[in-house]
């Protein structure tokens, strides 16, 4: 619709109360506070997720996808509990057209995650997928414009949190020491602010300076100047190449809309030097990124395989795609060996595209792709097409105007921004990905006409019982996350200013979530009429505590991690388990117990809950290969997978021959003998699997060629060390070659070889 339809459509006078409630009748008190609650939730789920940052769990951006999945939970209940309340549906015949894309865009995800082979693995970015979409249709179906208003406020409140922290971050640069945070100097002179990664904090710069400029136009205050000034400096430091061509994208096309759809009177005739000025701000960026770029080459390098790779698997499900959140799954069988060379590592995994676009097409297949597309263009043309003003608007509509430039721009850095980047994919940007495609919608939609019904009027008695249920649902859950929580920071020590810093805030932080979702929750199911908002209230409490359990998991998986770490194998397997029992969706973590018990491989069969036994007594081997086989359903190209269970299997057949040689009599060394054989012929399967995944790894080779030297085969040994040294298939780039030419470690082998050789007669090769 057009800025023009907009002013022109007629107004309806409406008492004070009925304008805080939209549509809501006066007397729906329930309906104005749950109204007021959604916006503020939203946008203190914006500020949380924004600057939070915690460091006693393995991935340090866990709390950030906690914080998202409970706050989705409480605004999808809260919204849930407004349309109980009001009796209106929030999809209507008006807003249906706006709404259209989200819908085929969560239908087709929905199609292709029903049709994908590897689904438990993939249940958490699903998931978290279908909560962005749930927060899309909110945001386009419930705010007003006075609600964006607000929400933006939220934003630049984590905006001047997080630019404040990338200054002391830069300053730690120059006067190492400054910043007394327990991460400091992790991403070394990089700054990543309180995001758990530079390009991350890039994202976060490029849609909130927009935002800020927005609000300058708006209100000429001179402190979002400095804003601006201090984003652009973390921008700057971050060395986020992509973020900085995203900057002057963004930063183009705020220009352009201002001027072309914006700019009025005798301040268009400085339209062309405008459009040219912006240009140049991309130009430099480019440059600037290019520079960097030949500098760095490694991390260009690294997107281009990663990118073949992708588009590998494109090619072979062009259609559906493999399924939303697959892309770890299946990408291993896919991945470069020059990503190995590169990392210089072998047990990371590449989760994502490092491409948005890319990756949709890959896991979502040409039609998830077209409709990806179809809604990302669908929003910002409905916000271009939208800013139009004549010489002297009205208040309302100017201030619309500006809204809805911040958030198109913002938006529009943040989808260039994804070309090279896999932020969208993480919460600090997915979260804002999902929320400016609701604000834009919301923005650009027509006022609502129909009002909403009565509340309907539930028995006393009922409505007693379902506060009362409510209420002691809450208070359990809320003191199921602390007791929780408090296992959590009993890790950490306050060994300095800054960990003591971020133990209190954390507690203040969590303390203060409860407190807000149970003052909400309360405030509404007493003020509404109907049980109905109890209810809806009250199965929302189970999944709190049940994706808080993905924070407390990751916990004591990094607890796990730690202990493995000091030696200490024994102490990490409960903390496993207990990571497995809370969230059964990371197989990871099965992998890991799985890996800590090859390693102690206590053969004594006893039953033992802590190391993963349900039903009946096991040992190490048995457990092990149980929880192997449980990874390789769910994720058949876990990183190191089949390198782990051939060591299990080479780890137990060593076992098995020392226990042959000590034999008591011939049978039991024939069946000890024949076990070993077993295991080992296991192992060499396992192992030459590992190279289909990981054609790079040494110590695969080295396995193998060590398996033909026991065997007594120098012929098969000779052939692991030629294909060792020779290259994975399709290298061939020297400076990687070089590295398996030159390695000391088969110089060893080698000679083991020759020796065997020269042992049964035959004539030791020449080097």
Same mark, same amino acid.
């Given at each position: 619709?057009?800025?023009?339809?907009h002013?022109?459509?007629?107004k309806?006078?409406?008492?004070?109360?009925?304008?805080?409630?939209?549509?809501?009748?006066?007397?729906?008190?329930?309906?104005?506070?749950?109204?007021k609650?959604?916006?503020?939730?939203?946008?203190?789920?914006?500020?949380?997720?924004?600057v939070?940052?915690?460091?006693?769990?393995?991935?340090?951006?866990?709390v950030?996808?906690?914080?998202?999945?409970?706050?989705?939970?409480?605004?999808?209940?809260?919204?849930?509990?407004?349309?109980l309340?009001?009796?209106?549906?929030p999809?209507?015949?008006?807003?249906?057209?706006?709404?259209?894309?989200v819908?085929?865009?969560l239908a087709?995800?929905?199609?292709?995650?029903?049709?994908?082979?590897?689904?438990?693995?993939?249940?958490?970015?699903f998931?978290?997928?279908?909560?962005?979409?749930?927060?899309?249709l909110?945001?386009a179906?419930?705010?007003?414009?006075?609600?964006?208003?607000?929400?933006?406020?939220?934003?630049?409140?984590?905006?001047?949190?997080?630019?404040a922290?990338?200054?002391?971050?830069?300053?730690?640069?120059?006067?190492?020491g400054?910043d007394f945070?327990?991460?400091?100097g992790?991403f070394?002179?990089?700054?990543?602010s309180?995001?758990?990664?530079?390009?991350?904090?890039?994202?976060?710069?490029?849609?909130?300076?927009?935002?800020?400029?927005?609000?300058?136009?708006?209100?000429r205050k001179?402190?979002?100047l400095?804003?601006?000034?201090?984003?652009?400096v973390?921008?700057?430091?971050?060395?986020s190449?992509?973020?900085?061509?995203?900057?002057g994208?963004a930063?183009a096309?705020?220009?352009?809309?201002?001027?072309?759809?914006?700019l009025?009177?005798?301040?268009?005739?400085?339209?062309?030097?405008?459009?040219?000025?912006?240009?140049?701000?991309?130009?430099?960026?480019?440059a600037?990124?290019?520079?960097?770029?030949?500098?760095?080459?490694?991390?260009?390098?690294?997107?281009?395989?990663?990118?073949?790779?992708?588009?590998?698997?494109?090619?072979?499900?062009p259609?559906?795609?493999?399924?939303?959140?697959?892309?770890?799954?299946?990408y291993?069988?896919?991945?470069?060996p020059?990503?190995?060379?590169?990392e210089?590592s072998?047990?990371?995994?590449?989760?994502?595209?490092?491409n948005?676009?890319?990756?949709q097409?890959?896991?979502?297949?040409?039609i998830?792709?077209?409709?990806?597309?179809? #809604?990302? !263009?669908?929003?910002?043309?409905? &916000?271009?097409?939208? =800013?139009? @003003?004549?010489?002297?608007?009205?208040?309302? /509509? +100017?201030?619309?105007? #500006?809204l !809805?430039?911040?958030y198109?721009? &913002?938006?529009?850095? =943040?989808? @260039?921004?994804?070309?090279?980047?896999?932020s /969208? +994919?993480?919460?600090?940007?997915? !979260?804002?990905f999902?929320?400016?495609?609701?604000?834009? =919608?919301?923005?650009?939609?027509?006022p609502?006409n129909?009002?909403?019904k009565?509340e309907?009027v539930?028995?006393?008695?009922?409505?007693?019982?379902g506060?009362?249920?409510?209420?002691a649902?809450?208070?359990?859950?809320?003191?199921?996350?602390?007791?929780?929580?408090a296992?959590?920071?009993?890790?950490?020590?306050?060994?300095?200013?800054?960990?003591?810093?971020?133990?209190?805030?954390?507690?203040?932080?969590?303390?203060?979530?409860?407190?807000?979702t149970?003052?909400?929750?309360?405030?509404?199911?007493?003020?509404?009429?109907t049980?109905?908002?109890?209810?809806?209230?009250?199965?929302?409490?189970?999944l709190?505590?049940?994706?808080?359990?993905f924070f407390?998991?990751?916990?004591?998986y990094?607890?796990?991690?730690?202990?493995?770490?000091?030696?200490?194998?024994?102490?990490?397997?409960?903390y496993?388990?207990?990571?497995?029992?809370l969230?059964?969706l990371?197989t990871?973590?099965?992998?890991?117990?799985a890996?800590?018990?090859?390693?102690?491989?206590?053969?004594?069969?006893?039953?033992?809950?802590?190391?993963?036994?349900?039903?009946?007594?096991s040992?190490?081997?048995?457990r092990?290969?149980?929880?192997?086989?449980?990874v390789?359903?769910?994720?058949?190209n876990?990183?190191?997978i089949?390198?782990?269970?051939?060591?299990?299997y080479?780890?137990?057949?060593?076992?098995?021959?020392?226990?042959?040689?000590?034999?008591?009599?011939?049978?039991?060394?024939?069946e000890?003998?024949q076990?070993?054989?077993?295991?080992m012929?296991?192992?060499?399967?396992?192992?030459?699997?590992?190279?289909?995944?990981?054609?790079?790894n040494?110590?695969?080779?080295?396995f193998?060629?060590?398996?033909?030297?026991?065997?007594?085969?120098?012929?098969?040994?000779q052939?692991?060390?030629?294909?060792?040294?020779?290259?994975?298939?399709?290298?061939?780039?020297?400076?990687?070659?070089?590295?398996?030419?030159?390695?000391?470690?088969?110089?060893?082998?080698?000679?083991q070889?020759?020796?065997?050789?020269?042992?049964?007669?035959?004539?030791?090769?020449?080097?």
């Amino acid at each position: 619709m057009s800025a023009k339809k907009h002013s022109s459509a007629p107004k309806v006078r409406q008492p004070a109360a009925a304008k805080t409630a939209g549509t809501t009748a006066p007397a729906n008190r329930a309906a104005a506070f749950l109204r007021k609650a959604l916006v503020h939730a939203t946008g203190w789920l914006s500020v949380l997720v924004s600057v939070s940052f915690f460091t006693a769990t393995y991935d340090t951006a866990q709390v950030k996808l906690t914080l998202l999945h409970m706050g989705s939970v409480i605004l999808l209940a809260l919204w849930t509990a407004l349309k109980l309340s009001e009796r209106k549906s929030p999809f209507t015949r008006q807003n249906f057209p706006f709404l259209l894309p989200v819908f085929a865009y969560l239908a087709w995800n929905i199609f292709s995650f029903a049709l994908a082979p590897y689904k438990m693995e993939a249940a958490e970015e699903f998931i978290r997928l279908l909560m962005y979409g749930g927060i899309t249709l909110l945001a386009a179906c419930e705010f007003t414009r006075q609600d964006v208003k607000t929400l933006t406020k939220f934003i630049l409140a984590a905006a001047w949190i997080s630019f404040a922290y990338a200054l002391l971050q830069v300053l730690d640069g120059f006067f190492p020491g400054v910043d007394f945070m327990p991460w400091r100097g992790f991403f070394t002179r990089r700054i990543f602010s309180t995001h758990a990664n530079p390009n991350f904090f890039g994202a976060f710069v490029i849609f909130a300076s927009c935002l800020a400029g927005a609000q300058y136009l708006l209100t000429r205050k001179k402190s979002l100047l400095v804003l601006l000034a201090a984003g652009l400096v973390g921008l700057i430091f971050t060395e986020s190449k992509g973020a900085w061509v995203a900057y002057g994208a963004a930063l183009a096309c705020f220009a352009g809309l201002y001027t072309n759809r914006l700019l009025q009177g005798s301040a268009r005739k400085h339209l062309k030097k405008i459009n040219l000025a912006a240009l140049g701000v991309l130009v430099i960026a480019l440059a600037g990124a290019g520079f960097y770029a030949s500098k760095r080459f490694q991390s260009v390098s690294f997107r281009a395989f990663t990118w073949l790779s992708a588009w590998e698997m494109v090619q072979d499900s062009p259609v559906v795609g493999t399924g939303p959140g697959s892309f770890k799954i299946i990408y291993p069988a896919y991945r470069r060996p020059q990503i190995f060379y590169i990392e210089n590592s072998h047990n990371t995994e590449t989760q994502h595209a490092e491409n948005e676009y890319l990756e949709q097409w890959a896991t979502t297949g040409t039609i998830g792709l077209a409709i990806f597309l179809w #809604l990302v !263009l669908f929003v910002f043309i409905c &916000a271009a097409r939208n =800013l139009k @003003t004549n010489e002297n608007p009205p208040e309302e /509509l +100017r201030e619309r105007n #500006l809204l !809805l430039l911040g958030y198109a721009s &913002a938006f529009f850095g =943040l989808m @260039t921004h994804a070309c090279v980047d896999i932020s /969208l +994919r993480f919460a600090s940007s997915g !979260l804002f990905f999902a929320l400016f495609c609701g604000v834009i =919608l919301a923005l650009c939609r027509l006022p609502e006409n129909a009002a909403a019904k009565a509340e309907p009027v539930s028995p006393g008695w009922l409505n007693f019982l379902g506060r009362m249920l409510l209420l002691a649902a809450v208070l359990y859950g809320g003191w199921t996350v602390c007791t929780q929580f408090a296992e959590v920071t009993r890790a950490l020590r306050a060994g300095t200013p800054g960990e003591g810093l971020l133990i209190a805030v954390s507690w203040a932080v969590l303390s203060g979530c409860v407190l807000g979702t149970l003052y909400m929750y309360l405030r509404a199911a007493f003020l509404s009429r109907t049980v109905q908002v109890s209810l809806a209230l009250l199965v929302s409490v189970p999944l709190l505590v049940f994706f808080y359990g993905f924070f407390q998991a990751n916990h004591y998986y990094s607890l796990g991690v730690s202990l493995v770490s000091k030696g200490n194998p024994e102490g990490a397997v409960g903390y496993f388990t207990k990571a497995i029992d809370l969230n059964p969706l990371q197989t990871e973590y099965l992998q890991y117990r799985a890996n800590t018990l090859s390693s102690i491989l206590n053969l004594t069969t006893q039953f033992s809950s802590s190391r993963g036994d349900t039903d009946a007594p096991s040992n190490d081997y048995e457990r092990a290969l149980k929880d192997y086989a449980a990874v390789l359903k769910h994720a058949p190209n876990h990183v190191m997978i089949h390198q782990n269970i051939g060591q299990l299997y080479y780890t137990m057949a060593i076992r098995q021959s020392k226990s042959a040689a000590a034999a008591a009599n011939e049978t039991q060394y024939n069946e000890r003998s024949q076990s070993a054989r077993q295991n080992m012929e296991q192992a060499k399967r396992a192992f030459e699997r590992s190279l289909k995944l990981d054609p790079v790894n040494e110590s695969t080779y080295l396995f193998l060629a060590s398996i033909a030297l026991m065997e007594y085969n120098p012929e098969r040994a000779q052939y692991w060390v030629d294909a060792y040294r020779r290259g994975p298939e399709g290298v061939t780039e020297e400076n990687f070659l070089l590295q398996n030419r030159t390695n000391p470690r088969f110089d060893a082998v080698q000679k083991q070889i020759d020796a065997l050789r020269g042992s049964v007669g035959k004539k030791p090769s020449k080097k």
